[in-house]
């Protein structure tokens, strides 16, 4: 399985700041997502990280608010933009097997905007 | 509809008791894969225990294993002899699988485990 660090695990943000989240995966990975859990909710999934392409986002959720970076096949990062009350969530970097799909997820951001 | 019903939102149980997390799924895929994640409050999410649609045997992992009831499209998870450690959020996830194709995980709402001395 893979080792996925996630940084900052955790930060309280002005609103109308930007903050980005990185992550950091031990091993080359081809599927790499980002989720957001807002509280008491499920996961929702974001978008997913393409190596050397624009991210694929999910309904709701655009590249302006949630820019992604993939600059290889172990790094990636989400920046939350120009953030609201409304984005204080736990955002979950997280990776993907191959064969059967299995996601592992790094240890998370628990993010507070005032 | 609900791709994954998790029916309780929360439960309790004394230490070293068996307890029981219901999960229901709804697909029409014949092949897909359903998962267990443990959320403890710090937020991780820790993968548990994984059950393919065809596969025989119900999964166990240690103290974890998973009631895979095809017909009645249920993925119970059954956690024997429960450890205060064990309090958490349990999310029950299924991924359907379309040839080459990975479909999307679809995540339930979760169960909050509690587990008192």
């Known amino acids: 399985s893979a080792v996925i660090s996630q940084k900052p695990s955790r930060d309280i943000c002005q609103r109308g700041t930007s903050l980005t989240i990185q992550c950091q995966v031990d091993?080359?990975?081809?599927?790499m997502f980002w989720y957001r859990q807002q509280p008491g909710q499920s996961l929702t999934l974001i978008a997913t990280?393409?190596?050397?392409?624009?991210?694929?986002?999910e309904s709701g959720f655009v590249i302006d608010k949630f820019p992604i970076s993939r600059p290889n096949l172990t790094f990636s990062t989400l920046t939350v933009s120009n953030m609201s009350p409304e984005d204080s969530s736990i955002y979950l970097c997280?990776?993907?097997?191959?064969?059967?799909?299995?996601?592992?997820f790094g240890s998370g951001t628990q993010l507070s905007v005032l | 509809a609900q791709k994954i019903t998790q029916t309780q939102p929360g439960m309790f149980v004394q230490e070293k008791e068996a307890v029981t997390l219901d999960c229901t799924y709804d697909?029409?895929?014949?092949?897909?894969?359903l998962f267990w994640y443990k959320q403890p409050s710090s937020g991780e999410m820790i993968f548990l225990i994984y059950q393919g649609s065809y596969d025989e045997q119900n999964a166990t992992e240690g103290r974890y294993s998973l009631n895979f009831q095809k017909a009645r499209k249920s993925a119970n998870l059954v956690i024997s002899a429960s450890q205060l450690g064990d309090s958490a959020m349990y999310f029950c996830a299924m991924r359907e699988y379309r040839g080459s194709t990975l479909g999307r995980l679809y995540f339930g709402r979760g169960t909050q485990l509690t587990v008192w001395p």
């Open positions: 990280a393409n190596q050397g392409s624009e991210a694929t986002y």
């Open positions: 697909t029409s895929d014949q092949s897909y894969g």
């Open positions: 997280s990776v993907g097997e191959r064969d059967r799909g299995k996601l592992f």
């Open positions: 091993s080359q990975v081809t599927m």
